[in-house]
């Protein structure tokens, strides 16, 4: 596997993902419904909500963010080049498949965890300065930090190969990024389901899912190289 090459495309996408308005409005709405409307809700909590904030892991929730937003970049990696008319002469070069679907993987996950771990730190900061008394320190636990330090590349990742394996099967770009999305949802749940206490939060628990997240990504590598066939992405067929 050529580095070089894997950069070419890395580069390309990026470059891509500036010129599309539509990618850019995604990326940055998205993890705003994740951010505005629970912080409005923290700051009218009262400081003896903090009793009860100090027993559960509401944080855990923003892990929906790069269950998601890699959803929105990687579902117009193959439908997109289609979209534009670039992508036979991209199947043309001598890049191998699994060089190019790298690239694309990685253009997708940079800019995923950038944003991610980016609201996140937004997030804590704005508790920190303007949630009342005894509420911040509640709410920002160290074993939730530790998970979304964890899992963030680890959703991202396994978000990245589905939404790849989408564009590469459809034609439309809404189509691929609302299929994408629709895959990354079980995975929101069952981090929504720990944020609300209904799945204990304990370390057997998040190995179980860390274990259970790398062999799905290990799958969906696999399952992305397997659709990804040039022949039929070339001659259009299904």
Known sequence: MSRRRVRAIFDKELREYRRNGNIVYAMVILPFVFLIQPLIQIFTLPSSASVTLHHEHSLVYMLAIPALVPATLASYAVVGERLQGTLEPVLATPVRRDELLLGKALAAFVPSVVVSYGVYAVFIAAVELFAHAGVATALIQAPDLIAQVLFTPLLAA????????????????????????????????????????????????????????LILIRLGWRVASAIFDRERLITNTT
Do not use: E, K, M, Y
């Open 158 to 213: 396994w978000s990245i190969w589905v939404g790849i394996a989408v564009s590469a099967r459809c034609r439309d770009p809404r189509t691929a990024g609302q299929l994408s999305i629709l895959a990354g949802l079980p995975s929101v749940a069952i981090t929504t389901l720990i944020a609300f206490n209904v799945i204990p939060a304990t370390l057997p628990v998040a190995l179980a899912f860390g274990a259970a997240l």
